[in-house]
């Protein structure tokens, strides 16, 4: 989970102070690069929930899918699809870790480091991690592969250090199957195959209404 933050129309609340959102969420965009690659996905959502705003979660991911990361284009076409204030899906955004405010790599390995897994290791394996893609938190790989992000908590305390890269856990780590994994994603992405994601599990959900 990020930071507390709490969104208002007109402002940012953050536990370090108040910003002014500014034109943030009022500008009308004509984008509508969702409607035009999800078409079907969008219509079989909304016919799952009674209120449309349900089917925001969903929607982002596609939206995320698409832009590349929570961008303000993003949010402004999926507030539009469901009708809402821009603000909210902004909120949203702010408030799950598994949507990004920045272009992001084609893997986020998102390391789990709250106290339990910091005392298993997860402080030193997050150093270790960045050291050998030579990135810092935050960052993403020249290729564009890897991202390394910190995250609190994945409900696997036990099995630290652990990662989540792309809603798959990988337990039990160390600096070998960490070599592993990435030697592995490598391939994978030279390859051109991945498991089945996300986006691809939305789209078969939308499509059985």
């Known amino acids: 989970m990020k930071p507390f933050t709490i969104y208002t129309s007109q402002f940012i609340i953050h536990n ?10 009022i500008e009308a965009l004509e ?11 969008i219509e079989g959502l909304l016919k799952r929930y009674p209120y449309k705003k349900s089917a925001v979660l969903p929607l982002m991911h596609l939206a995320q899918h698409v832009y590349g990361y929570m961008s303000k284009e993003a949010m402004h076409e999926v507030a539009e699809i469901l009708d809402l204030d821009p603000t909210h899906i902004l909120s949203l ?21 709250d106290l339990a897994c910091a005392l298993c290791g997860a402080e030193e394996f997050v150093q270790m991690a960045c050291d050998k893609l030579g990135i810092g938190l935050d960052e993403t790989t020249e290729d564009g ?22 809603l798959k856990f990988h337990e039990n780590l160390n600096e070998a199957k960490f070599d592993q994994l990435i030697t592995h994603l490598r391939r994978e992405a030279t390859a051109g195959s991945s498991e089945m994601g996300v986006v691809e599990r939305i789209s078969a959900y939308a499509k059985q209404a």
């Open 31 to 41: 984008i509508a690069l969702i409607r035009e690659k999800y078409p079907a996905e």
């Open 145 to 166: 592969l890897f991202t390394i992000k910190t995250v609190m908590c994945l409900a696997a305390c036990d099995r630290a250090p652990m990662l989540q890269c792309n």
């Open 93 to 113: 955004a702010g408030f799950y870790s598994l949507f990004y405010e920045e272009k992001v790599g084609k893997y986020v390995l998102e390391i789990c480091n």
């Open 16 to 25: 370090c102070g108040l910003s002014a959102l500014g034109n943030y969420a």
